[in-house]
């Protein structure tokens, strides 16, 4: 398959036979441009080119942007530039083995995570590493305990990551807003970027996120995470909405 991809001719035809196979299956060109440039600049194997497209990776970054971010999209695929550039909601996690309505806690989804590491990390998306597990830190004599510490090169900052398997709150929020707090003044370095905080819950509240954390907010985000591949057809209707 000849692409409009490429843009040049040493892009052409740098993936497996299997791959093109697949692409050609996918009917909306942008979508099936933005799968090429992917699998071909992070190296996808097909199994990894048909789990982003079987959990809907374009759509859900689609849903994340602007128009002008959704052209960026398929002319250059994912690019990791600014703090929301990394953020996909929602997180798909049906790689945990969670069923849907079985009980758990915050630990066993934490436990469950450090255990499926690496599709985790492929999950969060490009340029992630991992720092550390319950990270202790203390402030006037009082221990908390970060769920997640991770780092990304590509933007050069730490990512805190806090687990909620139940309703978005505000005080959640203020919560990791000190996470982050700490480690912009004791754990970045002055060369580094601010320091990106992640609440991934699994009921998201846009409307209290937007009023609870300022408007000119490039640190905090949240993401609804799910333990089943969402419908492609639900999160067209929703990117229907938003543009």
Known sequence: MISQSANSENRLFLLSWTHYIKLMRITNEQERIFYEIEAINNNWSIRELNRQFDTSLFERLVLSRDKQGILELTKKGQVIEKPEDAIKDPLVLEFLGLKEHERYSETDLEQKIIDRLEEFLLELGKGFAFISRQKRITIDDSHFYIDLVFYNRLLKCFVIVDLKIGELKHQDLGQIQMYVNY??????????????????????KDALVEITVPQENKQIFASKYELIIPSKETLKQLIELKI
């Open 183 to 204: 480690y912009d003044r004791f754990e970045k370095l002055p060369e580094e970027n601010p320091t990106i905080g992640i609440i991934i819950c699994k009921d998201k």
